[in-house]
């Protein structure tokens, strides 16, 4: 049996929830593809901060993401507020300074399946810089082959629009969002550490996420093209 915090369905229904369904209007197609009891992993492309506020929004099981441990330990009013805003929503804080930290999130997520929960999670590893859908890693395989939770892709279409990275403000606009159809990896039951079957896994969620967002994919990590050009050696 899931636990859910009052604040979360506070926020939800009665707080922030029907003010933004007001003012966003979510346009939703698919959701009767998430089941309604069972362990489930919602793996979604990553446009925008926003992301994860309008899944849960509009999906009636809770879903739990997980977060860097920065944002709940932010300063003065903004950081109290982040903090509240992640602790109502039921967001799991991550340590990712080391090197166990994608293992670590991992086994939080592992948690809320084997609890028959939703966990939500972006297989890209981090915002998209410029909209396209990049190579997935493979966490998002070993947590569906070690669960045996189906996962249900869902293609975020136009958030980046609504609140592009870097923006504290969003744009008022009608948030769309596409759930594809249960995948169901059951075949592989066994195999989860097997790299070339975590491969073809994500592949398929990818795949399967491209044709939902109708994005170019690229096939190379967003986080490569975040990374600071090191600087020429001297001659």
Do not use: C
């Amino acid at each position: 049996m899931e636990r859910t915090p009052v604040l979360y369905w506070l926020l939800k229904y009665v707080i922030l929830g029907p003010l933004l369904k007001l003012i966003f209007r979510p346009q939703v197609e698919g959701l009767r593809n998430v089941p309604a009891t069972g362990p489930v992993i919602l793996a979604s492309n990553h446009l925008s901060f926003s992301d994860s506020i309008f899944t849960p929004l509009i999906t009636a099981r809770k879903v739990t993401f997980v977060a860097k441990a920065e944002y709940f330990t932010g300063k003065g009013i903004k950081g109290w507020l982040t903090k509240m805003f992640f602790v109502g929503t039921g967001t799991i804080p991550v340590d990712r300074s080391g090197g166990q930290a994608a293992r670590a999130a991992l086994d939080t997520q592992l948690q809320v399946l084997r609890a028959g929960g939703v966990a939500g999670i972006y297989p890209e590893g981090t915002r998209s810089p410029d909209g396209r859908l990049y190579r997935g890693k493979t966490g998002v395989a070993r947590l569906a082959l070690e669960s045996g939770a189906v996962v249900v892709p869902v293609a975020m279409l136009n958030a980046d629009k609504i609140q592009p990275p870097g923006k504290l403000i969003p744009k008022i606009d009608r948030v769309k969002v596409r759930f594809g159809p249960p995948l169901d990896f059951s075949r592989y039951a066994g195999l989860a550490g097997d790299r070339f079957v975590e491969r073809a896994v994500t592949d398929e969620i990818m795949y399967e996420l491209m044709e939902l967002s109708g994005r170019e994919y690229v096939d190379i990590y967003a986080q490569k093209l975040k990374e600071p050009v090191p600087a020429p050696l001297a001659a």
